[in-house]
């Protein structure tokens, strides 16, 4: 008897989300079997891949990332790099220098830089924020404002400030909004739930369910990554359909297996920087395996690994 | 497919004898239905109905068993295709490759660099556990056994990838006892290898050129009376791999498909052909999808720090959270005149609060007490951290090492302030941010004021 093939494929599908204008826009989404099962049926757009920049520049970044924005002093230049990479797909700004326990850059300060940023490039921009909700709240809410028309991605619309950024970026300026909850499909679902119920459509969402490294409590992200994607597919919850995206670089480049000088590390751990190539890659790796529709990276080598991996599973 | 106690019950005696501890035929058959008792425990099944019933109650998945002693692992055996659905029980292995291409001296740096990777990760070992032996085409039989040898000679298992029947039948001359794969069989020359195999009672590797070709190989095989199989699922590209990996390990456990239930190798040395960071990526991929053993070029600490982790991370039980062990942990060179800075022993935990406290650089001693393996809400929640809790590990553990008597608690319980002072006399209790992250800047503030 020859092999009986039992596809799983279903009659419904993860919602498309477009961020960007033009050419250079992407879709999120529209699988309708699970992660690379092309043997199975349609997955929808190609995982996407995004390359992450900071307000902070390039202080303290691994000496790849340096080398590669060599010659590149604004954020304009930065931004316009980053979204030339190869394997790139989008680029994502992220706040961190407003962080209250940080540097606690103003939100006029950085609302400089996003228009900086969303200027000089095609590629669709993805913004994340400082991490302090209360912060977010205002300052991804004028993000929205002065990206008007660019059509991006406002990440981070938590539990605590989901009203001010989405109402904002979804309602006002007609943005796309990213609601960000942590490890827990109950909590992921609630939150697009009164997100939704704020007047932000569906197909306006895209979900950050929380990520972490691998090795750092990453079973929790691989669970919530199948639950999400099994009920988004197999019960059509309507409430759980919409593409995932994960930060990846922002918590992998933080370890200490990415972050200890060979001096420092244990015997025979070798360069941080491959380290820290490898810790990027394996976590960007398993997110996507498990249902992320997108990843977003920061060194080139792990772009361009990422960006191959999918094109070969696609 | 799993039978319902009543199926079963049918085919019982009928006796409700109790000699098998149960009070009637029923009860014990339910029993058996969920797997709790074996059918063997009554002695009065008939010998039909048992060669049926365990036939029908045997996992979709077999359970093979590579190498020998100390060094003999368990692959497959899975019953569920998600972690969260059910334990994952058998871990993917690791092999690093060695070739009979390479030159003498090179196998000999590869096998040393396989040792080089070995650590202990929260109770669990790291390091290469698998040797793959790649033969090159046109290799003479003697000089292949040579390199087993070698493999064999560290005592891991080895897996022999040759489709050459000299080369197999010489190497498992000299290594059969360590009870290595012989990874050779495929649609045009199974049954050769299937005897050499079957003479050496080694588990044999199965390949193919498409999912339905190793399935027909694999029919064939069983058909020939072995069972004893790994399944290499490497085809020409990653995507086909891809396929057959989900094909083979989802056809055995969802549609319970036997031809299919068995541990499967998946290549990716092989496949990422030198690019070191797609490497990296299939390594974690195939960790996830599906590889029983994933062969890769090299084990360095680039690559298994990450997999490694991740492995630990996928096979952990979904109802009890990894824990770490309860202790004093020195963080950047402390001291007993350190500070102490206390948190629960969830692994999670653990590792977001010690990872911000190496970031601040401040010497801290990180003391761990036993909470159950939850959070700091859950446990305090649960009972299991507790003023009391944290004055009795402190005064027990820590006052006879540690001469600093300043300790920090989490700000999530900021409330346990006073009952820990008023339980602990002559120490100072200090309340740290709500997260873990906050706590860069406020150690650093902390000893630029001069108080830790
Ligand atoms: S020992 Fe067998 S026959 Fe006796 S009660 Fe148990 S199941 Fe029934």
């Given at each position: 008897m020859p092999f009986n093939r039992k596809p799983q494929k279903f009659n419904t599908a993860i919602n498309v989300v477009e961020i960007g204008t033009g050419d250079k826009a992407i879709k999120l989404g529209g699988a309708s079997v699970f992660p690379f099962y092309t043997f199975d049926g349609p997955i929808g757009n190609t995982a996407k891949v995004g390359v992450e920049i900071s307000d902070m520049g390039l202080e303290g970044e691994p000496a790849g990332v340096k080398a590669y924005y060599?010659?590149?002093?604004t954020m304009a230049e930065i931004a316009k790099k980053a979204a030339e990479m190869p394997g790139a797909d989008f680029v994502s700004l992220k706040l961190e220098g407003g962080d209250p326990n940080g540097v606690n850059k103003s939100v006029e300060e950085l609302i400089a830089v996003v228009k900086e940023v969303v200027d000089a490039i095609d590629a669709p921009l993805v913004i994340q924020g400082c991490k302090n909700a209360e912060k977010d709240g205002e300052l991804l809410a004028k993000a929205a404002e002065a990206c008007q028309g660019k059509n991006v991605l406002l990440m981070s619309a938590k539990e605590e400030n989901y009203k001010a950024v989405g109402a904002a970026a979804g309602l006002a300026y007609n943005q796309k909004v990213g609601a960000e909850s942590a490890v827990d499909i109950n909590l992921a679902k609630q939150l697009n739930v009164v997100t939704t119920q704020?007047?932000?459509?569906?197909?306006s969402i895209v979900m950050n369910v929380g990520t972490a490294t691998v090795g750092y409590g990453y079973d929790y992200v691989i669970s919530t990554l199948d639950r999400i994607r099994a009920a988004a597919l197999t019960q059509a919850d309507k409430m759980l359909q919409m593409p995932i995206i994960t930060p990846v670089s922002s918590e992998t480049w933080g370890v200490k297996e990415a972050t200890a000088d060979e001096a420092d590390?244990?015997?025979?751990?070798?360069c941080v920087e491959k380290r820290g190539i490898s810790m990027e890659v394996q976590t960007a790796a398993a997110d996507l395996v498990s249902g992320s529709d997108a990843v977003i990276l920061k060194h080139p080598a792990s772009v361009a690994a990422i960006a191959k991996m999918i094109k070969e599973l696609s | 497919m799993a039978l319902t106690g009543i199926q079963i019950f049918k085919m019982s005696p009928k006796k409700n004898c109790k000699e098998c501890g149960s009070p009637t035929c029923m009860a014990f058959c339910m029993k058996v239905a969920q797997g709790a008792v074996d059918i063997s425990a009554c002695p009065h099944f008939s010998a039909d109905a048992i060669a049926q019933l365990s036939e029908a109650t045997a996992p979709p998945m077999k359970t093979i068993k590579i190498g020998a002693g100390e060094n003999e692992y368990s692959l497959g055996g899975e019953?569920?295709?998600?972690r969260h659905e059910k334990t994952f029980v058998n871990k993917t292995r690791y092999a690093a490759t060695l070739c009979s291409c390479m030159d003498d001296a090179t196998i000999d740096a590869k096998i040393e660099a396989a040792k080089v990777v070995d650590y202990e990760r929260i109770g669990e070992r790291m390091f290469t556990e698998a040797l793959f032996v790649n033969c090159a085409e046109g290799t003479d039989a003697a000089k292949y056994a040579e390199v087993a040898k070698k493999a064999a000679a560290t005592g891991r298992p080895v897996i022999l990838n040759t489709t050459c029947a000299d080369c197999a039948k010489a190497a498992l001359a000299e290594i059969k006892a360590a009870k290595p794969v012989l990874n050779a069989a495929n649609a045009a020359n199974y049954a050769e290898m299937n005897a050499i195999a079957t003479e050496a009672g080694v588990v044999l590797g199965v390949s193919g050129t498409s999912v339905d070709e190793l399935y027909d190989t694999v029919a064939a095989l069983e058909a020939a009376g072995n069972k004893n199989l790994v399944l290499d699922v490497t085809m020409d590209t990653i995507k086909a791999t891809y396929e057959a990996a989900v094909e083979v390990r989802r056809g055995a456990i969802k549609n319970n498909d036997r031809t299919f239930g068995y541990p499967s190798i998946v290549n990716v040395a092989k496949l990422a052909d030198g690019d070191v960071a797609l490497e990296q990526a299939l390594a974690a991929a195939f960790t996830m999808k599906y590889g029983s053993i994933v062969v890769v070029s090299e084990m360095d600490y680039a690559m298994a720090l990450p997999v490694f982790g991740l492995r630990q991370n996928l096979f952990t039980d979904p109802q009890k959270p990894m824990k770490v062990a309860p202790g004093i942990y020195p963080l950047n060179?402390?001291?007993?005149?350190s500070i102490c800075l206390t948190t629960v022993d969830f692994a999670l935990t653990y590792f977001l609060v010690s990872g911000e406290l190496e970031r601040s650089g401040v010497p801290v001693n990180l003391i761990i007490q036993d909470a159950g393996g939850l959070s700091v809400l859950t446990s305090w929640a649960a009972g299991k951290l507790s003023s009391t809790s944290v004055s009795d590990f402190m005064k027990a553990e820590v006052e006879p090492k540690i001469a600093n008597r300043k300790l920090i608690i989490p700000g999530k319980v900021a409330v346990l302030k006073g009952d820990i002072e008023a339980k602990l006399p002559g120490w100072e209790v200090i309340v740290a941010p709500?997260?873990?992250?906050?706590l860069v800047k406020f150690l650093k503030d902390m000893q630029a004021a001069g108080q830790c």
């Open positions: 060599e010659g590149c002093t704020l007047g932000v459509k569906a197909e590390a244990p015997a025979g751990w070798g | 019953t569920v295709l998600y060179g402390a001291d007993e005149n709500l997260e873990a992250v906050q």
